[in-house]
């Protein structure tokens, strides 16, 4: 069964630090992959997503995320974070093919930054 | 264009009482779903629609949740009896295509029962 874990429930940084935020999925075969964040009081916002190809994806606002088959791992990385980007933020992983868009959520990560 | 549009964005109620969820999906998108988001969780697949059909309602709590969308276009999630367990925020997302196409959320309807 596809699942996904966010070890990390919060993660507390200073503005223009370097950020990491891990994800680690279990699927059965190679999966799609996806970042979300969720700012208070809003819908889900995609921030990048992972079909196939170059491991490493681009995604808005300078964030980008690694797909590493071997650990089953797709962090999601910023070189210099600001104060905007304290929100919560959600991998997930997706079913293929007509099933996409069935995503499988981790629990999240709130992320502080601190001006 | 307009983007999901959902009401209503609060719900309190008693245990027991029922609630109706309203979600109008943007223009042209076929595929729609309902996700449960209790609080400090991620969201939780509920039942998803491929025009008016049902194509999967198995985590859908069938004796007291319904969903429909009789015409393909705008959704209604109903929970009768409602229970303090269901207290969530419910997203409503839409996507064009049958195997691609990016989710497109709302904001949610936060339901509290009392």
């Known amino acids: 069964a596809q699942s996904v874990t966010q070890p990390d429930a919060r993660v507390t940084v200073s503005e223009g630090a370097s950020l990491q935020l891990r994800c680690k999925y279990s699927y059965s075969g190679t999966p799609y992959l996806f970042w979300y964040v969720q700012y208070p009081r809003q819908g889900l916002q995609l921030l990048l997503k992972y079909y196939s190809g170059d491991p490493v994806v681009q995604g808005v606002n300078g964030f980008e995320a690694e797909f590493i088959k071997s650990n089953s791992s797709f962090h999601l990385r910023k070189a210099s974070v600001h104060w905007s980007d304290s929100a919560v933020y959600f991998c997930?992983?997706?079913?293929?093919?007509?099933?996409?868009?069935?995503?499988?959520f981790g629990a999240g990560t709130q992320l502080i930054v601190i001006p | 264009e307009a983007g999901v549009t959902q009401s209503p964005r609060y719900a309190v109620l008693q245990e027991g009482q029922a609630v109706s969820f309203w979600c109008d999906p943007i223009?042209?998108?076929?595929?729609l779903y309902w996700y449960q988001q209790p609080r400090d969780q991620g969201p939780q697949l509920l039942v998803y629609?491929?025009?008016?059909?049902?194509?999967?309602n198995s985590q859908l709590p069938s004796d007291r949740f319904s969903a429909v969308r009789p015409k393909g276009t705008n959704s209604t999630l109903k929970i009768q009896s409602a229970k303090q367990g269901d207290t969530a925020t419910y997203l409503c997302a839409s996507r064009q295509g049958r195997n691609t196409g990016q989710l497109y959320f709302g904001e949610g309807s936060k339901l509290t029962v009392l």
């Open positions: 629609f491929r025009d008016e059909a049902v194509i999967d």
């Open positions: 997930a992983v997706s079913d293929r093919g007509s099933a996409l868009g069935r995503l499988h």
């Open positions: 223009s042209g998108h076929d595929t």
